[in-house]
C-alpha cells in the first residue's frame, strides 16, 4: 500500500519535526566551525541529484509522478539511474540530512533512518512492484545491476 501523501510533502512533515527539535529541545544541540556551508553544501548536492534525475526522467518521457508508477512509459536506466535506483529519493534525504546539520541538533539525524523506512516500506516498494509488472526482466536485471540508494 502506498503513502497517502505524495513524498515530498512527507519531506516538509520531517523537515518540520526537524526544525521542531531544533527549537524546543534543551540538549542535543552542537555548532561547529563551517557547519553551515556544511549544510549549504550536501542541500546543494540533494537538489542537484533530483534535478539531474528529474532532468532524466523528462528526456526519457516517462513520469515522474511517484504517485502513478504504473503510468511509467519507459524504464530508465542511464544517468544518475545507473548509480541508484532511487535518486529523487536519495536527493530527499540528502536534503533532510543538510536541515539536521542546519538545524544544528544531534537528536534530529535519528529522524533520517525513520524517513528511509518509512519511504521505503510505503513509497519505494509498491513502486518497484509497479516497474516490476510493468517491464518484467529487464527491471529485475536493472535492479540486480544497481542498488536501491546507492
Not at 30 to 38: K, V
Not at 78 to 85: E, I, K, L
Request: with cysteine; glycine share 6%.
Amino acid at each position: 500500500m502506498p503513502l497517502p501523501i505524495p513524498p515530498p510533502v512527507l519531506v516538509v512533515l520531517f523537515a518540520a519535526a526537524m526544525w521542531q527539535i531544533a527549537e524546543r529541545l534543551p540538549f542535543g544541540g552542537f555548532a561547529f566551525a563551517g557547519q553551515r556551508p556544511l549544510a549549504a553544501l550536501v542541500l546543494l548536492a540533494g537538489l542537484m541529484l533530483m534535478a539531474a534525475a528529474a532532468w532524466t526522467m523528462f528526456r526519457a518521457r516517462t513520469t515522474v509522478n511517484p504517485l502513478r508508477p504504473e503510468r511509467a512509459s519507459r524504464l530508465v536506466t542511464d544517468g544518475v539511474f545507473a548509480f541508484s535506483r532511487n535518486p529523487i529519493y536519495l536527493g530527499d534525504a540528502l536534503i533532510l540530512l543538510a536541515l539536521a546539520l542546519g538545524f544544528g541538533n544531534a537528536i534530529s539525524f535519528l529522524l533520517l533512518p525513520l524517513f528511509v523506512a518509512v519511504l521505503g516500506r510505503w513509497q519505494i516498494r509498491p513502486e518497484e512492484q509497479a516497474l516490476e509488472r510493468l517491464f518484467g526482466s529487464a527491471y529485475r536485471d536493472y535492479c540486480a545491476r544497481v542498488r536501491r540508494w546507492l
